[in-house]
Each structure stands twice: as structure tokens, then as C-alpha cells.
């Protein structure tokens, strides 16, 4: 059965560093979303891909958050530097139709 | 804008009994609503979704849930606990905006804990 994968699953990093996390979405599917999950929260949406383009970064913190989606297919969101705050985790989903499909995530522990 | 609201943070229930989660939603526009499981450390599941087809909408592991307008409700629920059904789940309502551009809000979830 075909899945959304994330790299890494876990990550460690000391304030000001600067992380990336991958997101691999299941084949043919052309939305692409980043969330992030604060311990005890429901996620919530960072940015939304259609193919490559960006559909909704309202709630990227821009001023260290980016991400993109180059050719379409595989993402990445980077953090740069990050903040005691990050720490939580990032999910990635990909949609079909009226369903998403999330990965298994990244859990950010900044330190 | 849209937003669900989930009553109860924390649900215990005992094997076998009734499970019940509470979902309320707020849309302005005719809703499309999920319910996702999340196990420690993973990503989230689909249980099951309403796109306006039947009110009652059966899921997988023997979840069901109904839609219900008059109450703007969407409560998940599983005759028999079973220990493995414990987990955090997510309420969660979208609508599309135009095709492509759907979101998902999430509730702030409820931790199912199964007594023995």
C-alpha cells in the first residue's frame, strides 16, 4: 500500500541551528501539505503545495520557515534558525480527492 | 471560517463498554468532517469522513459516527472498546474552497485511555 514517507523520524538540534525535513507524498498525488503538531494540539496547517506552486503559507512563519516543492513531486521545510518554540511535530499529508493521507512524521525536539 | 470543537480532552472508558467522542462543528458552508486516530510518535489515520452522502458513516476497527445538521454534531462512536482502541483521535472539518485548495481544521483532540 502506497505511503507518505518523512525523513528523518526524529531530530535533535540545539537553538539557532538550522533543520530540514523531506516528504516523499504517495504517487500521483498533487496536493502536499506541511503541518505542525504542538504536543497536546491538533495540527495545524503551515503551507499547502498544488504541484509545485504554493497554495497557502498564511500561517509559515517566513521569517524562518520555507519550504518548497520543486518539481512537483517531493518537499522540503527547513527551519533556519530554529527556535526553543519549534519543538514539535511535523507532519506532511498528501490528497486524493477529498481525503489526505499523512506520513508518519518528524518529531523537532530544539534544545 | 470553519472550527470543530471537541468536548472532553480525556475519555476513560472500560473494555467492552461504549465508546463516545464528542465532535461539534462550525461552517458556513455545507462541511465535509473526518475523524483521525493518532498513535504515540505516528502519524495520523483516517477512521472515517462525511461528504455529505449518509448521515451515518461507518469506519474502520468498528468505529461509526453521525452527521446530524440540526445539531451540528459529528460524535465518533464503537459499541466495545477493545485495548488496542487506545489513542488520541482528531475531530477535523474542511470544505473546499475551490478545487485544490481544501483544508483541514483540526480539533485539539481527546485521549481514549481503555481500562482493563
Known amino acids: 500500500e502506497a505511503e507518505v514517507a518523512q525523513s528523518p523520524r526524529y531530530k535533535i538540534t540545539e537553538k539557532s541551528q538550522a533543520v530540514a525535513f523531506w516528504c516523499d507524498p504517495i504517487s500521483g498525488h498533487a496536493t502536499l501539505y506541511w503541518y505542525r503538531q504542538i504536543l497536546g494540539q491538533g495540527p495545524e496547517l503551515l503551507v499547502q503545495?498544488?504541484?509545485?506552486?504554493?497554495?497557502?503559507d498564511s500561517q509559515l512563519p517566513k521569517d524562518r520557515f520555507s519550504a518548497e516543492r520543486l518539481k512537483g513531486v517531493d518537499s522540503t521545510l527547513k527551519i533556519q534558525p530554529a527556535e526553543l518554540g519549534d519543538s514539535a511535530m511535523y507532519l506532511c499529508?498528501?490528497?486524493?480527492?477529498?481525503?489526505?493521507?499523512f506520513g508518519p512524521g518528524t518529531r523537532l525536539t530544539v534544545l | 471560517a470553519q472550527s470543530v470543537t471537541q468536548l472532553g480532552s480525556h475519555v476513560s472508558v472500560s473494555e467492552g463498554a461504549l465508546v463516545l467522542l464528542r465532535c461539534n462543528y462550525s461552517?458556513?458552508?455545507?462541511?465535509?468532517l473526518f475523524w483521525y486516530v493518532q498513535y504515540p510518535n505516528q502519524g495520523l489515520q483516517l477512521l472515517l469522513k462525511?461528504?455529505?452522502?449518509?448521515?451515518l458513516v461507518k469506519g474502520i476497527n468498528g468505529f461509526e459516527a453521525e452527521f446530524k445538521k440540526s445539531e451540528t454534531s459529528f460524535h465518533l462512536t464503537k459499541p466495545s472498546a477493545h485495548m488496542s482502541d487506545a489513542a488520541e483521535y482528531f475531530c477535523?472539518?474542511?470544505?473546499?474552497?475551490?478545487?485544490?485548495?481544501?483544508?483541514?481544521?483540526f480539533g485539539t483532540g481527546t485521549r481514549l485511555t481503555i481500562i482493563p
Open positions: 462525511y461528504t455529505s452522502a449518509a448521515t
Open positions: 503545495f498544488q504541484d509545485e506552486s504554493v497554495v497557502d
Open positions: 499529508a498528501s490528497r486524493l480527492i477529498n481525503e489526505q493521507f
Open positions: 477535523a472539518v474542511s470544505y473546499a474552497l475551490n478545487f485544490g485548495n481544501e483544508k483541514l481544521t
Open positions: 461552517s458556513s458552508v455545507p462541511p465535509y
